[in-house]
C-alpha cells in the first residue's frame, strides 16, 4: 500500500470539494450585486450548500460503516460531479428572483451528495493510517484548503474576470478536474472493507448508539461545532469586507487567496509532524490562541494596501488551517474503525450544518446601507468568533481528560 498515493488522492477528493464551497465567498460581492441581494439572502446562499451536506452526511451515519469505504467514496464523488455541473448550468433568466433560488437549488444538490466527502475521506485515514502517523496524514490531507486557496480559488477568480465577472464558469472548471480525480481515487484507493468482517453485524443504529454512550465523541461533536462557527463565521464576509471597508477592488482578492495558501502550504506538513512529536492536544491549543488574535485583527482592519492585507492574510490562513490538524487527528481517535464512517460522517454533518449556520449568523449581525456602503458590525463578528473558538479550547481538554479510556 502506498500511502502518499492514497493521502494525496484523497486530498485531491478534498481540494475540489473545499473549492467549490470555498468560491462562493470570494464571488460574494459579484453575486450580491448581479443578484441583487443583501447580507441576510447571501448569508441563506452560502449557507445552503452546508445545511444540505450536513442533512446528507446525517443520513450516511446510517449506512456508510456497511460499505466497502472505496465504493462509498466513489459513489458520493460522482453525485457531487453532478451537483456541481449543476451549478455551472443553471440558466440565467429575466427574473433575478428565480436565479437566485435556481442557484440555491444547484447549491443544495452539491450539498446533498458532497456533504459525505469530508466523513469518507477522514474515516479512510483514521482507517489506513496508525495513531503514531496521523498528524503527518491530516497535515497533507489539510493541506487542500491551502491548496484550495492558493490554486483553486485565484484560478477560478481569474477565470471570473476573463469571462467578464460570468460565475457560472469556475463550477465548470471545478466539475472538469472532479472527473480527473475520480479516475484517480478509482485506480489508486484500495478496497477498504476489513470493517464488514463476519464477527460483526451492522446495525443503521449502531453510531447512534456509541455516541449516546460516548462521552468522548459527543464532546468531539461539540468540539467540531464550536470550532467551525469559530471560522466560518468570520470566512463568509471576509471578501466582502475587504472590498467594501477596507478598500481593496476585487480584481485584487485572488492575491490574498495566494498568499495565506502559500502560508498554509508551507506550513501544513510541518504542522502535521509536531503534533506527531509534540501531541494534538498542545498543538491544538498554541494554534487557537494564535487564531483568535489573527481573528481580531482582520475583523478590526482600516483602510489599508493590498501588501499589509496579504501579510496579514498568511498569518490568518495559517493559524485558522493549523488548528484544524490536529482538531481532525483529536476526532478522528475518539471511536474504532467499526464505526468509524458512521461517526466521521455524523462529524461531517456536524461540521456541515454548522459552516452553513455560521453564515446566517453573520449575515443577521451584519448591516449593510447599500450594496456599496461598508459593512456595520462586522466586529462583532470576530467576538463571537473568539468566543466560539474559547469554548472549543474548553472542550478539547475535557476530550483530553477522556481519551485515556479511548480505543483509537
Excluded at 41 to 53: F, P, R, T
Excluded at 343 to 363: E, H, K
Amino acid at each position: 500500500m502506498n500511502e502518499k498515493r492514497i493521502l494525496w488522492a484523497l486530498a485531491a477528493v478534498q481540494f475540489t470539494n473545499i473549492v467549490d464551497f470555498m468560491i462562493m465567498m470570494p464571488m460574494g460581492d459579484i453575486l450580491k450585486k448581479e443578484l441583487m441581494i443583501g447580507p441576510g439572502a447571501y448569508g441563506l446562499l452560502v449557507s445552503s450548500y452546508g445545511l444540505a451536506a450536513g442533512l446528507s452526511s446525517f443520513l450516511g451515519v446510517f449506512y456508510l460503516d456497511s460499505m466497502d469505504r472505496k465504493k462509498a467514496l466513489l459513489m458520493a464523488y460522482f453525485g457531487f460531479i453532478l451537483g456541481t455541473l449543476s451549478s455551472a448550468v443553471v440558466p440565467n433568466t429575466a427574473d433575478i428572483g428565480l436565479n437566485y433560488y435556481l442557484f440555491i437549488g444547484t447549491r443544495v444538490l452539491t450539498g446533498i451528495t458532497g456533504g459525505l466527502l469530508g466523513g469518507l475521506v477522514m474515516s479512510i485515514v483514521g482507517d489506513l493510517i496508525p495513531l503514531e502517523r496521523r498528524g503527518r496524514a491530516m497535515g497533507i490531507i489539510t493541506m487542500a484548503f491551502s491548496l484550495a486557496a492558493i490554486l483553486g480559488v485565484p484560478i477560478a477568480l481569474i477565470l471570473v474576470d476573463l469571462f467578464d465577472n460570468n460565475w457560472h464558469v469556475p463550477f465548470f472548471a471545478v466539475s472538469g478536474l472532479s472527473v480527473l480525480f475520480w479516475l484517480m481515487v478509482w485506480r489508486f484507493l484500495p478496497s477498504i472493507n476489513a470493517h464488514l468482517n463476519k464477527g460483526h453485524t451492522f446495525h443503521p443504529m449502531d453510531t447512534i448508539r456509541g455516541v449516546l454512550v460516548s462521552k468522548a465523541q459527543r464532546s468531539a461533536l461539540l468540539f467540531t461545532v464550536m470550532l467551525v462557527l469559530g471560522q466560518f463565521t468570520v470566512i463568509s464576509f471576509l471578501t466582502p469586507f475587504y472590498i467594501n471597508n477596507v478598500g481593496l477592488a476585487q480584481n485584487q482578492i485572488k492575491y490574498i487567496y495566494i498568499a495565506g495558501g502559500a502560508a498554509t502550504v508551507i506550513s501544513g506538513i510541518s504542522i502535521g509532524k509536531a503534533v506527531d512529536r509534540w501531541g494534538r492536544f498542545r498543538i491544538f491549543t498554541l494554534f487557537a490562541i494564535l487564531s483568535c488574535v489573527t481573528m481580531l485583527i482582520n475583523t478590526n482592519l482600516p483602510v489599508v494596501g493590498l501588501g499589509w492585507v496579504m501579510f496579514l492574510a498568511m498569518f490568518y490562513f495559517t493559524f485558522i488551517s493549523g488548528r484544524m490538524i490536529p482538531a481532525n487527528t483529536i476526532v478522528s481517535a475518539v471511536v474504532n474503525p467499526k464505526q468509524r464512517a458512521g461517526f466521521m460522517s455524523l462529524n461531517s454533518s456536524a461540521q456541515s450544518l454548522a459552516s452553513g449556520t455560521s453564515a446566517i449568523i453573520a449575515g443577521a449581525v451584519i448591516s449593510q446601507a447599500n450594496e456599496h456602503a461598508p459593512l456595520e458590525h462586522y466586529d462583532w463578528v470576530g467576538y463571537i468568533a473568539i468566543g466560539f473558538t474559547l469554548v472549543s479550547m474548553l472542550i478539547v481538554r475535557r476530550i483530553k481528560k477522556l481519551s485515556a479510556t479511548q480505543v483509537v
